[in-house]
Nanobody, 115 residues
Framework: QVRLVESGGGLVQAGGSLRLSCAAS????????MDWYRQAPGKQRELVAT???????YYAGSVKGRFSISRDSAKNTGYLQMSNLKPEDTAVYYC?????????WGQGTQVTVSS
């Protein structure tokens, strides 16, 4: 079992920055990959970024060059650094951990970008 708790969301003006955190507890040694997803009102949840156990990363085209995913194993925490935020980045952001074939989700944190 893995428990994930996100934090760091909030209201920011366009062009601003936020850093989301995802604190993991439980069987964290077995996490194969940590992902960030987002879901805007009326839209499907979409993958934003992935960080696998080998350090490989993936970014959605809409955030590439603006967002950066990282992980501090000593603190059992994952991060999503978001820069040059746009109103279309407004969504609830979720972190997810892949453990074997199971996926664990956090509760989400709201990010609102005003124009």
């Amino acid at each position: 079992q893995v428990r994930l708790v996100e934090s760091g969301g909030g209201l920011v003006q366009a062009g601003g920055s936020l850093r989301l955190s995802c604190a993991a507890s439980g069987s964290i040694f077995s996490i194969n990959a940590m992902d960030w997803y987002r879901q805007a009102p009326g839209k499907q949840r979409e993958l934003v970024a992935t960080l696998n156990s080998g350090g490989g990363t993936y970014y959605a085209g809409s955030v590439k060059g603006r967002f950066s995913i990282s992980r501090d194993s000593a603190k059992n925490t994952g991060y999503l650094q978001m820069s040059n935020l746009k109103p279309e980045d407004t969504a609830v952001y979720y972190c997810a951990a892949l453990v074997g074939i199971d996926v664990y989700w956090g509760q989400g944190t709201q990010v609102t970008v005003s124009s």
